[in-house]
């Protein structure tokens, strides 16, 4: 069964920073998008970051230039560097992929269960 797996959570203060990453695993064939959304208290989930297969990168408005994703050498994995952090990113966040189990499979979204991030001094 493939797994999305994150790690790299904890208690952070505003202004601090913190590094989020996410290995799939199981039988993967191919993987085209990678990404983070996140859901804050009482608000929808939405998306934070995604880098693309070729390897562009897109960001939500009210991230960008302070979080930067990135995808692993051997590009099953993907991390989320989150600089200045602010009361506001408080959320669960859940990587994504984009996954094919085989040749011929279609491409189906996969989730990791998500890692609250408290973001509070």
């Known amino acids: 069964q493939v797994q999305l797996v994150e790690s790299g959570g904890g208690l952070v203060q505003p202004g601090g920073s913190l590094r989020l990453s996410c290995a799939a695993s199981g039988p993967i064939f191919s993987i085209n998008d990678m990404g983070w959304h996140r859901q804050a208290p009482g608000k929808q989930r939405v998306l934070v970051a995604v880098?693309?297969?070729?390897?562009?990168?897109n960001y939500a408005d009210s991230v960008n230039g302070r979080f930067t994703i990135s995808r692993g050498n051997t590009k099953n994995t993907v991390s989320l560097q989150m600089n200045s952090l602010k009361a506001e990113d408080k959320a669960v966040y859940s990587c994504?992929?984009?996954?094919?189990?085989?040749?011929?499979?279609?491409?189906?979204?996969?989730w990791g269960v998500g890692t609250l991030i408290p973001v509070s001094s």
């Open positions: 994504y992929a984009e996954i094919s189990r085989a040749v011929g499979l279609p491409y189906m979204d996969t």
């Open positions: 880098v693309f297969r070729a390897g562009s990168t």
